[in-house]
């Protein structure tokens, strides 16, 4: 499921929601992961203020990944910082939206807390995952570079 911003509506992919619940390790009913992942999108969306403050940002992060090469980007320590300030803003903003995510459920009881928490949990699993690997990278370009020069 995803939230645009832009247009202000929530999206899904049918197939990839059966396919995303198989490939939890303690699945969830569709009707937990539906109603969880609506909440989240919902969740965007009581934050879409601070998602369009941020369209600038994220024009200049697909500008650049528009002009310049999977390889450019993972290998140029500069372009790989601007990926590195996208992760750490998508990761406030999904942050943001699991808590109002967990407001509404605490409202509204649409789904039981531990299957919102492994959701919840997943869903931040992926993004912190990407962040934590493109920041190891990013270091160690970093560190070649210091040594380059010393």
Do not use: C
Not at 60 to 77: D, G
Not at 91 to 96: D, L
């Amino acid at each position: 499921m995803s939230y645009n911003f832009i247009l202000n509506y929530i999206g899904y992919d049918d197939i990839r929601i059966e396919e995303a619940i198989k490939e939890m390790q303690d699945p969830v009913s569709l009707e937990s992961y539906i109603h969880a992942f609506t909440l989240h999108e919902l969740g965007h969306a009581l934050d879409r203020e601070a998602l369009l403050d941020s369209l600038t940002k994220t024009l200049e992060y697909y500008e650049m990944k528009k002009n310049s090469t999977k390889y450019e980007r993972y290998s140029n320590p500069n372009l790989l910082a601007m990926l590195i300030e996208e992760h750490e803003m998508n990761i406030v903003f999904e942050e943001t939206a699991w808590v109002n995510a967990e407001k509404l459920n605490r409202e509204y009881g649409l789904v039981d807390w531990a299957s919102f928490e492994k959701l919840k949990n997943q869903g931040m699993a992926t993004y912190l995952k990407l962040y934590a690997k493109d920041l190891k990278l990013y270091n160690k370009l970093v560190s070649q570079q210091t040594e380059q020069i010393a």
